[in-house]
C-alpha cells in the first residue's frame, strides 16, 4: 500500500498540446464518401496535454513542457491544464503560430480516426528541453509522446536518463523518421498497431505480442507493455513476461485510452516501484477512459480507479 503521507510522485511530461474538434458519426467514411454526423464539439486534448491529466488525475504533482500558439485556442488550452492543476509555467506562446488540432472522427462502435496538425507542436525543439531541463532533473518520472519532433523527445531521453530520472515512451503516432534510439528509455507502451509498425512484425494475438515486445527490448528499451484492447496488456518486465487480463468494459470512445494508461502507469510506478502492479492500475484506467466520450473528459480519478479495482 501508498503511505498516505507520502509526497505524490513529481511527473514530468513532454508532448503535445492540441485542441480536439471530434465529430460523432454512425461509421467513418470511406474514401469518396460524404456522410451526415451526429455532433461536433471543442475538446482539450493532445496526446502529451492528455498524459499531463490523465497523471495528475491519479495524483501526480505534474509539469507540463511543451508549446501553444497565438491563437484563440491558446489560453483555454492552458486554463484547461490549470484547471487540472497541471503546471504550465514551462509551456511556451509560440508567436505567429497556430496551436495543435486534432480532427477526431468517432464512430458508434468506439472506434476512432484522427487527423493531426502540428501547429505549435512542430515548434517544440531540443532547446525547450535543454531550457527547461531543471523541470526534467527534478522528476521522479519523465513521460514522453511523439507528436513533438522526434529530436526533441531524443534530446529529453538524453537529459532523463543522465540525471537518472524514470523515463517512459508512449511511441505514438509512430513518426517515419523513427531511430531506435527512442527506445533508450526505463518502459515504452505501444499499442498493437505501434508495436508492429515498430518491429516490423504482425501483433494480432498475444503470442505474437510477445515477441514483439522482446524484439523491443532487445533493441534498447528495459521494460515493455503492448496494449492489446480487448485481448488485455503483455507485459515484458526485465526478463519475464506477464498476461494482463483486460477489465470487461462496452467501449464507447477509445481516443484517450493510451493516454489514460500511461499517465496512471506513471504515478503508480513511482509511487510503489512495482511494474506488475503499476500495469495492472494503468489497464484500469485505460479501461474506464474507452467507456467515455472525448480525451481529457473520459480519464479517471484516482479514486473512480480505485473503486472500479474492487469490482474485479
Same mark, same amino acid.
Not at 512542430?122 to 531543471?134: I, K, L, Q, T, Y
Given at each position: 500500500?501508498?503511505?498516505?503521507?507520502?509526497?505524490p510522485?513529481? @511527473?514530468?511530461?513532454?508532448?503535445? *498540446?492540441?485542441?480536439?474538434?471530434? %465529430? $460523432? =458519426?454512425?461509421?467513418? #467514411?470511406v474514401g469518396?464518401?460524404?456522410?451526415?454526423?451526429?455532433?461536433?464539439?471543442?475538446?482539450?486534448?493532445?496526446?502529451?496535454?492528455?498524459?499531463?491529466?490523465?497523471?495528475?488525475?491519479?495524483?501526480?504533482?505534474?509539469?507540463?513542457?511543451?508549446?501553444?500558439?497565438?491563437d484563440?485556442?491558446?489560453?483555454?488550452?492552458?486554463?484547461?491544464?490549470?484547471?487540472?492543476?497541471?503546471?504550465?509555467?514551462?509551456?511556451?506562446?509560440?508567436?505567429?503560430?497556430?496551436?495543435?488540432?486534432a480532427?477526431?472522427?468517432?464512430?458508434?462502435?468506439?472506434?476512432?480516426?484522427?487527423?493531426?496538425?502540428?501547429?505549435?507542436?512542430?515548434?517544440?525543439?531540443?532547446?525547450?528541453?535543454?531550457?527547461?531541463?531543471?523541470?526534467?532533473?527534478?522528476?521522479?518520472?519523465?513521460?514522453?509522446?511523439?507528436?513533438?519532433?522526434?529530436?526533441? @523527445?531524443?534530446?529529453?531521453?538524453? *537529459?532523463?536518463?543522465?540525471?537518472? %530520472? $524514470? =523515463?517512459?515512451?508512449? #511511441?505514438?503516432?509512430?513518426?517515419?523518421?523513427?531511430?531506435?534510439?527512442?527506445?533508450?528509455?526505463?518502459?515504452?507502451?505501444?499499442?498493437?498497431?505501434?508495436?508492429?509498425?515498430?518491429?516490423?512484425?504482425?501483433?494480432?494475438s498475444?503470442?505474437?505480442?510477445?515477441?514483439?515486445?522482446?524484439?523491443?527490448?532487445?533493441?534498447?528499451?528495459?521494460?515493455?507493455?503492448?496494449?492489446?484492447?480487448?485481448?488485455?496488456?503483455?507485459?515484458?518486465?526485465?526478463?519475464?513476461?506477464?498476461?494482463?487480463?483486460?477489465?470487461t468494459i462496452?467501449?464507447?470512445?477509445?481516443?484517450?485510452?493510451?493516454?489514460?494508461?500511461?499517465?496512471?502507469f506513471?504515478?503508480?510506478?513511482?509511487?510503489?516501484?512495482?511494474?506488475?502492479?503499476?500495469?495492472?492500475?494503468?489497464?484500469?484506467?485505460?479501461?474506464?477512459?474507452?467507456?467515455?466520450?472525448?480525451?481529457q473528459?473520459?480519464?479517471?480519478?484516482?479514486?473512480?480507479?480505485?473503486? $472500479?479495482?474492487?469490482?474485479?
Open positions: 500500500m501508498t503511505d498516505p503521507d507520502s509526497k510522485p513529481i @511527473v514530468a511530461v513532454f508532448g503535445s *498540446i492540441n485542441m480536439d474538434l471530434v %465529430v $460523432r =458519426c454512425h461509421s467513418l #467514411p469518396g464518401q460524404t456522410i451526415s454526423a451526429d455532433s461536433a464539439s471543442e475538446v482539450c486534448g493532445g496526446k502529451g496535454a492528455n498524459q499531463a491529466v490523465a497523471a495528475a488525475k491519479a495524483g501526480g504533482d505534474v509539469q507540463m513542457i511543451g508549446r501553444v500558439g497565438d484563440a485556442f491558446a489560453q483555454r488550452l492552458l486554463a484547461n491544464l490549470g484547471d487540472h492543476q497541471v503546471d504550465t509555467v514551462a509551456v511556451s506562446q509560440t508567436s505567429n503560430c497556430a496551436s495543435g488540432l480532427i477526431v472522427a468517432v464512430e458508434a462502435s468506439g472506434q476512432n480516426s484522427i487527423m493531426l496538425v502540428a501547429g505549435a507542436n512542430a515548434r517544440v525543439s531540443a532547446a525547450d528541453a535543454h531550457a527547461f531541463r531543471h523541470v526534467i532533473e527534478s522528476a521522479n518520472v519523465l513521460l514522453l509522446q511523439l507528436e513533438i519532433p522526434t529530436e526533441s @523527445v531524443l534530446a529529453a531521453v538524453q *537529459i532523463a536518463n543522465n540525471a537518472g %530520472v $524514470r =523515463c517512459i515512451l508512449d #511511441p505514438a503516432p509512430v513518426a517515419s523518421d523513427w531511430s531506435d534510439e527512442l527506445l533508450q528509455v526505463d518502459f515504452v507502451c505501444p499499442n498493437e498497431t505501434e508495436a508492429s509498425a515498430i518491429t516490423g512484425l504482425p501483433v494480432k498475444i503470442g505474437e505480442a510477445e515477441i514483439a515486445a522482446k524484439q523491443l527490448q532487445q533493441r534498447g528499451a528495459q521494460n515493455v507493455a503492448i496494449t492489446l484492447g480487448e485481448r488485455g496488456t503483455i507485459l515484458l518486465a526485465g526478463g519475464t513476461l506477464h498476461h494482463i487480463e483486460p477489465t462496452q467501449a464507447v470512445d477509445t481516443t484517450a485510452a493510451g493516454d489514460a494508461f500511461t499517465g496512471a506513471a504515478v503508480r510506478w513511482a509511487e510503489t516501484d512495482d511494474i506488475l502492479e503499476a500495469v495492472r492500475f494503468a489497464s484500469v484506467a485505460g479501461a474506464i477512459a474507452a467507456t467515455r466520450h472525448g480525451a473528459p473520459s480519464i479517471a480519478t484516482r479514486n473512480e480507479i480505485e473503486i $472500479r479495482r474492487k469490482q474485479t
